[in-house]
Nanobody
Framework: QVQLVESGGGLVQPGGSLRLSCAAS????????MSWYRQAPGKEREMVAW????????TLADSVKGRATISRSEATNILYLQMNRLRPEDTAMYYC???????WGQGTQVTVSS
């Protein structure tokens, strides 16, 4: 089955950390750039992080620079997003995206609250 499945979201206190994972079908993952997006209630979906097909290049949104790291495992077809020093404004649904095939995962909810 061709799909992207996110996991790792949850409720975390401000200042905490989470690692999001996206398990991908090989077809959607190999040899294609991958991205993480997020969408907060009432707001447009925004790109959080992007990584090249070989993992050599990564870009982060200004809002998460210095607090987030995107990475990928070619051995397991998993995309990761490590987020540290989380803030309430990071609260959103986080989505994995296969750039070349334009396929979205179902999302994982991250809530940052005390």
């Amino acid at each position: 089955q061709v799909q992207l499945v996110e996991s790792g979201g949850g409720l975390v206190q401000p200042g905490g950390s989470l690692r999001l994972s996206c398990a991908a079908s090989a077809f959607l993952f190999r040899d294609t750039p991958m991205s993480w997006y997020r969408q907060a209630p009432g707001k447009e979906r925004e790109m959080v992080a992007w990584i090249s097909e070989d993992g050599a290049v990564a870009t982060l949104a200004d809002s998460v620079k210095g607090r987030a790291t995107i990475s990928r495992s070619e051995a397991t077809n998993i995309l990761y997003l490590q987020m540290n020093r989380l803030r309430p404004e990071d609260t959103a649904m986080y989505y994995c995206y296969s750039n070349w095939f334009e396929v979205w995962g179902q999302g994982t909810q991250v809530t940052v609250s005390s």
